[in-house]
């Protein structure tokens, strides 16, 4: 006879995995990367691991906590959309209850630790960020605007700015930059998701882009924000914070991003469209990777002074 114990953790074991998939953890980890090249672009050397840790374990909690706030305020949208329907509300894996909890106990812990092991500004700034994705882009911006995806960008863009808090206790122009290529990056990313979900997001009847004003009308702005986020890649070596490392990475990078949203605009094909979104994933995660590559590059060498 199987040991009772045994029985019960392999039975409880997908509903925590359900429970855990609340926090959406993919893209907490996304968060969590750019909040922790913040941290490291501020530092001429190294910071303490112990920093980091508890910084990516506070802003990894927070972040999670606001992704289940998200998903119980969108319980009913997302069971009416294909792409959401397993998520753990509208599939009843996770109660409301439960998932209410989920949220309180991260979005405390996430908090708590920024505010005792990090700084008050750390803490307040990502409270704002998250409360702005959960509640006013949730509540107000994705369902009233066509252009929730651009003003609610704000919140998705501050995470390395949340890092350089963390490890300076001050917000400078340097983060803003990063800010700002995150913002720009976030438009295009999810028009080109939109344009292959239309069908699902006018059902849910939140007026994306593609639902309001057409699919041509998209696939012109994700060039024209494509082109716009070329250029706005290449502040950070423009203003002396990155080096020829960076550009040159920058520089491809932006080139491949863009010649997907130009196919996109010449052949209005799904494939075209789920590429685009996919490669947009992997392009801001190769552009921060780029980005403190060249930092340390440089620092290490003493070939110039970033900051």
């Known amino acids: 006879m199987n040991n009772p114990t045994q029985f019960l953790s392999g039975a409880m074991q997908p509903h925590l995995l359900s429970l855990l998939s609340l926090g959406k953890p993919r893209v907490v980890t996304l968060i969590v990367f750019t909040a922790v090249i913040g941290m490291l672009i501020a530092t001429p050397g190294l910071p303490s691991p112990t920093l980091v840790f508890l910084t990516a374990a506070g802003i990894g909690l927070a972040a999670s906590s606001a992704a289940a706030l998200n998903c119980i305020l969108e319980q009913k949208i997302d069971a009416v959309m294909a792409r959401t329907l397993r998520r753990p509300l509208p599939s009843d894996a996770v109660s409301i209850g439960e998932a209410l ?25 990502t409270l704002a960020t998250f409360m702005g994705y959960a509640l006013v882009y949730t509540l107000l911006l994705k369902p009233l605007t066509p252009q929730n995806i651009v003003l609610g960008g704000a919140s998705g863009a501050m995470p390395p700015v949340l890092g350089w808090a963390a490890a300076t206790g001050t917000v400078s122009p340097e983060p803003l930059l990063l800010f700002l290529i995150i913002f720009v990056w976030t438009p295009p990313h999810f028009w080109a998701l939109a344009l292959y979900r239309s069908d699902e997001y006018a059902a849910a009847g939140i007026p994306m882009l593609p639902v309001t004003h057409g699919m041509p009308f998209t696939r012109r702005f994700i060039l024209l924000y494509s082109v716009a986020l070329a250029a706005v890649s290449v502040l950070p070596f423009a203003t002396g914070q990155s080096g020829i490392v960076y550009l040159i990475c920058a520089l491809a990078l932006s080139t491949r991003f863009v010649q997907h949203a130009w196919r996109l605009n010449r052949d209005p094909l799904d494939i075209n469209a789920i590429r685009a979104f996919r490669f947009s994933i992997k392009y801001l995660a190769l552009l921060f990777s780029a980005l403190i590559i060249d930092h340390y590059l440089f620092v290490y060498a003493g070939q110039v002074q970033l900051f």
């Open 101 to 125: 909890a989920y949220a309180a106990i991260t979005g405390v812990a996430g908090l708590g630790i920024l505010y005792v092991y990090i700084n008050a500004l750390t803490m307040w700034l």
